[in-house]
Each structure stands twice: as C-alpha cells, then as structure tokens.
C-alpha cells in the first residue's frame, strides 16, 4: 500500500537543502560572508526608515494572519454552514419565531430531495400498512402528479385500494397505449393489486379481475 506524502514534505525539503548550502557557503568562503553582512546592514537600515519600519510591519502582519487563516481553513473548513428550515405547523406563534426555533445547522451541503418521490414512499407506506383510504387521501391532496410511468403505477394501486376498480382499470389501459413497451411492468401493478386487494380487503372478486388482467398483459407480451 503507497503511503501518501505530506504536501509540506518537498516544500520543506528543498528550503532545508537551500538553507544547508547558504550555510555552508558563509561558512566556507570569507567574501561571502562580507557580502552577506554587508546586504544585511543596507537591507536593515532602509526597512527601519520610518514609515518604511511602520508599513514592514503591516504588511508581514497580514502575511502571517493570512497564513494562519489559510492553515486553519485547510485544517477545520471555511467556516460556512448551511440552514434547513422546514414550515411551521402552528399560526400561533410570529413565522420568523417559529422558522428559527425550527431550523436545523447543517456543515455539509444538504442533497437535493425529491418532493414527488418523498410522497410516493408517504402512500407506499399507507398501502404497505393496508390502509387504503388514508393513501388515497394523501394521494390526492399532493395532486397533480408529474405525468411519469411511476406517478401512473402509484395512480393504479391507489385507485384500486379504494376500490375505484373502473378508474383503476382505465387508468392501466390508457398507461398500456402509451407505454407498450412496459407491459411487465404494468402487469406486475396489476398483479400487486390483486395481492392487496387479497390480503387487506378480503375481494377474491376483485382481486381475480386484477390477476386476469395481468395474465392477458403477458399473454399480449408473448404473442408481440
């Protein structure tokens, strides 16, 4: 397994090398060091001319603040959150009160939610608990729905839990019409129905309507 190096490895590196060999110069060569000590006495004497010495000061001030700033961000972050609110269930209380008790902080960026898929999984869960009239209440109160195959197959399975067996039937050969190449798909729907229609309503009618519609799907598959 490769282990990662520091990004501050090369860095500090090549200045420890650079600093060893300017050692080693003024150590070695007489001249280099009388350069040396003399570049330091002008280099000193202009940076301490006033207002020069003053504006030295800021400038390395800010350097190292912006040093440290950068380190810490690199470390901890930027600093910025992200504030979910959701909508007040009360009118008893101002809406900018309520908002603010009811926010939540987020560090990290949210995801995107899909508003349509989150009520679809609400009545998936009211159908999966039997509960059919409250599905189709849910169901209709988020109308309209997006016209997709699966706003279509959720629009089946509510209707027929209701026991709008018509509507429910007309809405799955219409969908049929418009998406021939997702018989299975639809047939399967049919075939859940029935399964609900079994288990939470007790309607062997009904539900033999639903299974024999999703024979005659498959049987229209075969044949195509």
Not at 50 to 69: A, H
Not at 122 to 128: A, D, F, T
Not at 137 to 159: G, K, Y
Not at 183 to 194: C, F, R, V, Y
Request: charge should be negative; charged fraction near 20%.
């Amino acid at each position: 397994m490769t282990q990662r190096v520091s990004p501050f490895f090369w860095p500090s590196f090549w200045s420890s090398l650079t600093l060893m060999g300017v050692t080693l110069l003024l150590y070695e060569n007489s001249e280099a060091r009388e350069v040396a000590w003399d570049s330091f006495k002008i280099i000193f004497a202009v940076v301490t001319t006033p207002f020069i010495l003053e504006t030295t000061c800021i400038i390395i001030g800010i350097c190292v603040v912006m040093g440290i700033r950068h380190f810490q961000e690199k470390k901890e972050g930027d600093g910025w959150v992200y504030l979910a609110t959701q909508e007040p269930d009360t009118n008893d209380l101002p809406r900018a009160l309520t908002e603010r008790l009811q926010s939540t902080v987020l560090t990290d960026k949210p995801e995107a939610t899909d508003e349509a898929h989150s009520q679809r999984s609400v009545i998936e869960g009211y159908l999966e608990l039997g509960m059919g009239a409250q599905a189709l209440s849910e169901f209709q109160a988020n109308a309209p729905w997006p016209e997709s195959l699966a706003s279509t197959l959720l629009t089946i399975r509510v209707l027929s839990a209701s026991l709008d067996t018509d509507s429910a039937l007309t809405t799955l050969r219409e969908a049929i019409k418009k998406h021939p190449t997702e018989k299975p798909t639809l047939a399967q729907t049919a075939i859940e129905s029935g399964q609900w229609l079994t288990k939470h309503q007790q309607a062997p009618e009904l539900a033999s309507l639903w299974f024999k519609e999703a024979a005659a799907l498959h049987s229209s598959q075969s044949a195509a």
